[in-house]
């Protein structure tokens, strides 16, 4: 397992917990919920960063490298249109259709790790 995994899953985990404590307590968007998504899209960020630096550096990639790249612009959208989607829909389920995003991200970034090196484990 690499670092950027593991701060990634506790990001993603944090974020669907605060989420789902949202949905049971507040009748519309939370603040909390919004600003965990907020860390999920500037995680993906640094990650798509380090990626990149690190396969400029020749760093190879296990898998395809089209496949790992859409992962990450994939993700890097998730969290927006989720957001606005919130946004639209102010009601105390906008909080849960947010906690998913942790939990696909997590996902997602599961996958990216096994293009990288072949293997999380």
């Avoid at 990149?52 to 859409?70: K, N, V, Y």
């Avoid at 919130?86 to 997602?108: E, Q």
Wanted: aromatic letters at 14%; one cysteine or more.
């Amino acid at each position: 397992m690499t670092t950027m995994f593991v701060i990634g899953t506790v990001i993603c985990a944090l974020s669907t917990l605060i989420c789902w404590a949202m949905t049971a307590i507040r009748n519309h968007p939370a603040d909390s919920s919004i600003v965990s998504l907020a860390a999920i899209e500037l995680y993906l960020v640094v990650y798509g960063v380090y990626a990149g630096i690190r396969q400029a550096m020749g760093a190879s990639i296990d898998g395809e490298a089209w496949e790992f790249w859409g992962y990450i612009i994939f993700a890097l959208m998730l969290p927006v249109g989720v957001f606005i989607w919130a946004m639209v829909d102010k009601s105390r389920w906008s909080n849960l259709v947010m906690s998913f995003v942790g939990l696909v991200v997590f996902v997602m970034i599961y996958r990216m790790e096994e293009i990288w090196w072949g293997t999380v484990m």
